[in-house]
């Protein structure tokens, strides 16, 4: 429940930025994006490292999560290549050209960033990227990666310090850049700050949530400390950024509300979260091309979560679903229900 909360933070920021209607300004006072992708994150590594322990095998957990992540990936990249045609300036014969090849294979390969349009499509648009929402698939996918490694830093040298040294070295790095960025002279401080948001600075966050994980009793003891100390630091944060204790502190309330807040049991019908988060981007750029609603924002921004919840909901049962094995928790509290 609390990822289908913050893919629909991030979808309802989007739909205020990429639109820019100023009816719709007060979602980005009142939502962040940014945050939600960093609770993303917490959760991400959380359940992962989870994952892992709870595999038979490398080449099990592996399968398990190229299962989880990539078919939906795929579906989304693919129809995305080949629908907006209908959206493009170009002709059948320019638009299926080297310039669309490039974009299939970065973000087939989790290189959005190398090839975020198509040719002729959004043009004009404020923003013509096809999908800026998948700039965090790649970190995920680099998490996948990691977390086989730091098990192995584990057995070796404990986990509480791997992790520790983990998330100061995550920590340390967005300084880093935040300074860099800060103190640049060529005009490249967007730049640096993009690199500082990349996989070495979101890890705190990943770190956090398998701190959690393993920790949990500890947390479930002293939860009251945990919790106070963490409002604390974030309501500190507001006014002096505190760096290396604020992913901890994220961390701290995403899992107590996901362990604590209890909304009965949803997973019996499904996770759409995923298909919200990857769904809701190129949703939102059509309405915008083709000025659906534009003079009622009120309604664009209602028939954009509708429309995405509804895709999300149809990604889920016809691809997500059918690629999970049989013992996954989702498809096994769907047939409890039953």
């Known amino acids: 429940m609390l990822r289908l909360l913050f893919a629909g933070t991030v979808c309802l920021v989007h739909a205020s930025q990429l639109s820019g209607y100023p009816q719709l ?49 795929l579906t989304v990249v693919i129809l995305c290549a080949i629908g907006l045609l209908a959206v493009s300036t170009k002709n059948v014969s320019a638009y299926f050209s080297q310039d669309w090849g490039r974009y299939v294979l970065a973000n087939l390969s989790f290189l959005n960033f190398l090839h975020p349009t198509l040719p002729g499509v959004f043009e004009s648009n404020r923003l013509q990227a096809v999908n800026g929402a998948l700039w965090t698939l790649k970190i995920e996918v680099l998490f996948y990666l990691s977390v086989p490694l730091f098990v192995v830093f584990f057995k070796r040298w404990g986990r509480f310090r791997v992790i520790t040294i983990a998330y100061v070295f995550s920590c340390t790095y967005t300084l880093l850049f935040s300074w860099l960025a800060a103190h640049s002279s060529s005009g490249g401080g967007g730049r640096i700050l993009e690199l500082g948001r990349q996989f070495p600075g979101q890890l705190a966050y990943f770190m956090a949530g398998g701190f959690f994980y393993y920790y949990l009793p500890l947390f479930e003891r002293h939860f009251r400390y945990f919790v106070c100390a963490a409002v604390l630091i974030l309501l500190a944060n507001v006014y002096w950024p505190t760096l290396f204790f604020e992913p901890f502190a994220l961390a701290t309330i995403v899992v107590f509300f996901a362990i604590f807040l209890y909304v009965g049991n949803f997973g019996k019908y499904g996770d759409f979260s995923y298909g919200v988060y990857i769904l809701h981007f190129p949703i939102i750029q059509c309405f915008i091309h083709f000025g659906w609603l534009e003079d009622r924002p009120w309604l664009f921004l209602l028939a954009v979560v509708l429309l995405t919840l509804a895709t999300a909901v149809i990604m889920w049962h016809v691809v997500e679903k059918r690629f999970l094995q049989r013992n996954n928790h989702y498809l096994a509290a769907n047939s409890a229900a039953l």
């Open 25 to 73: 300004a007060w979602i980005e006072n009142i939502f962040s994006s940014a945050v939600a992708v960093k609770a993303f994150f917490v959760v991400s590594g959380f359940l992962i490292f989870m994952s892992y322990e709870r595999s038979s095998s490398v080449a099990s957990y592996a399968g398990k999560r190229f299962r989880r992540i990539y078919p939906a990936y």
